[in-house]
């Protein structure tokens, strides 16, 4: 609704009525500064997460539970498929979800934290840690039975919740320690899709790799003829995604795949979008006199330069990400948060399942992160950032434990639906609101002053750290 450019008049569109304009966008501008905030999402998928669980044990429950099992179909000719709405949520709208993470690990990858072995080593063995201790932690309360399956369950992190919990710290909070943060979330997805293709995929059945086999070759040929248009590769997209279901592997990988593939470098750039758009000026406003069928050559010649001045990696990420942090993630959120309390269980399996996700996220992350990042810093294998000391690497593994979104979708694929699954997900609340707690009331305590980027640990860290 508001203006895209200074160079727009100060006027409203033609035919608009500039009261009701103006209107609309005093109403817009707190949306639109709530969309910029980047921890909004966090906090739209605590909202959605507490409705869902209200519902869930509300006098609506029943209709609530049912609503997400409606049955979905699609005929054409004598194809038909029959899906509930719930497949369409996790199978479908998060493989969006898996896309956009590839697209932060290409992103990442090539020339952000992870594009060189002495910036990812801390965060690369701070992952690890926070997900190796977790897991072991979980087995030991689950090993040998039925329920040693959901091991995976503890060992994801979000991103949206723990930056939301830095975000609620203000200031105070380094920005070196964000980028740890963030660098940690992005390998841990890593270890989470590994992890997901390798133990939580169906029966493997070699039969749809052909399928998979063909997407990924119409991708490769279509990059090698020059195609960039995002549309030309969404057919072999959906390809890869029905070869990976048939394969037995969980079809949203797909999407990861697809992001790890998509190209990492603008064809123009900045320097040489700004050349061509000032060559083009000319060439405007001789068509411009000429009337509007005039410019349209222009204008869409415009428009190819103007989306070649980014990578498709840098374009598609800003398109698709308020999409999938506050369309598809509260939609996975009220699908999977919804735990009806009297379905969990706390005898038998039910309760070492409920302990071990719990405190493997409170308790394992913390442990693993700063273990594994001390052990390599001795070892010289790692180094702390400027401005990151101990205690703040601890608040890194505290937030770290706010498992959520990739542990709710882990116990998913783990635990058949039951009390068991029930359990595992109403643990993954409680572990995930512990944490952030937790965290917060950590950084409060041991953030004191604003810290300024690029400043150094403080003297009450520096003199902490020779103590851990």
């Not at 992160?369 to 390599?376: F, I, K, P």
């Not at 997900?425 to 409060?444: E, H, R």
Request: glycine fraction near 12%; charge should be neutral.
């Amino acid at each position: 609704m508001g203006r895209t450019s200074s160079s727009l008049p100060d006027l409203p569109p033609p035919g608009a009525w500039k009261p009701a304009v103006a209107a609309a966008q005093r109403m817009l501008a707190p949306v639109e500064r709530f969309l910029a905030i980047e921890a909004s999402s966090g906090i739209v998928l605590l909202v959605v997460s507490a409705l869902a669980l209200g519902l869930a044990n509300s006098p609506w429950a029943s209709g609530f539970a049912h609503l997400f099992e409606a049955p979905l179909a699609l005929t054409v000719g004598s194809f038909h498929v029959d899906r509930s709405l719930h497949f369409l949520v996790n199978d479908g709208l998060m493989t969006i979800f898996f896309f956009v993470v590839g697209l932060e690990i290409r992103r990442e990858a090539h020339h952000g934290e992870l594009s060189e072995l002495k910036r990812a080593a801390l965060p690369l063995v701070a992952a690890l840690g926070g997900m190796l201790v977790p897991a072991l932690i979980y087995l030991s309360f689950n090993v040998g039975r039925a329920s040693q399956v959901g091991w995976g369950v503890p060992t994801a992190t979000d991103i949206a919740f723990a930056v939301a919990v830095l975000t609620l710290l203000g200031k105070r909070v380094p920005p070196a320690v964000r980028v740890v943060l963030l660098a940690l979330a992005v390998i841990d997805d890593v270890g989470a899709i590994v992890v997901i293709a390798l133990f939580y995929s169906g029966a493997f059945d070699p039969s749809g790799l052909l399928l998979v086999a063909a997407g990924l070759g119409t991708i490769f040929g279509l990059q090698k003829l020059g195609v960039r248009s995002p549309w030309a590769y969404v057919a072999p997209a959906v390809a890869m995604w029905a070869g990976s279901a048939v394969a037995g592997v969980h079809p949203t990988l797909a999407g990861v795949a697809v992001g790890l593939l998509t190209p990492v470098r603008a064809w123009l750039g900045a320097d040489r979008f700004v050349d061509a758009l000032s060559l083009q000026m000319g060439a405007l406003r001789e068509k411009a006199s000429a009337g509007e069928q005039a410019l349209l050559s222009e204008l869409d010649a415009l428009n190819a330069a103007r989306r070649e001045a980014v990578s498709p990696v840098e374009r598609l990420q800003h398109a698709l990400h308020p999409w999938v942090a506050f369309g598809v993630m509260p939609l996975f959120a009220l699908a999977n948060a919804g735990v009806p309390l009297g379905a969990a269980t706390f005898e038998g399996d039910g309760l070492r399942v409920f302990l071990g996700v719990v405190l493997g996220l409170v308790i394992g992350k913390p442990v693993g992160v700063l273990l594994l990042s001390r052990l390599a810093c001795a070892a010289g294998l790692a180094g702390l950032p400027k401005g990151v000391g101990w205690l703040r690497m601890g608040l890194v593994g505290s937030v770290a434990g706010i498992g959520f979104t990739m542990s709710l979708f882990i116990a998913q694929l783990a635990f058949p639906p039951g009390p068991l699954r029930e359990t595992a997900k109403l643990a993954i609340l409680v572990g995930s609101g512990v944490s952030a707690v937790c965290g917060f009331l950590f950084g409060a305590m041991t953030l004191r002053q604003p810290v300024e980027p690029g400043v150094a640990a403080s003297a009450a860290e520096a003199e902490a750290s020779t103590h851990l």
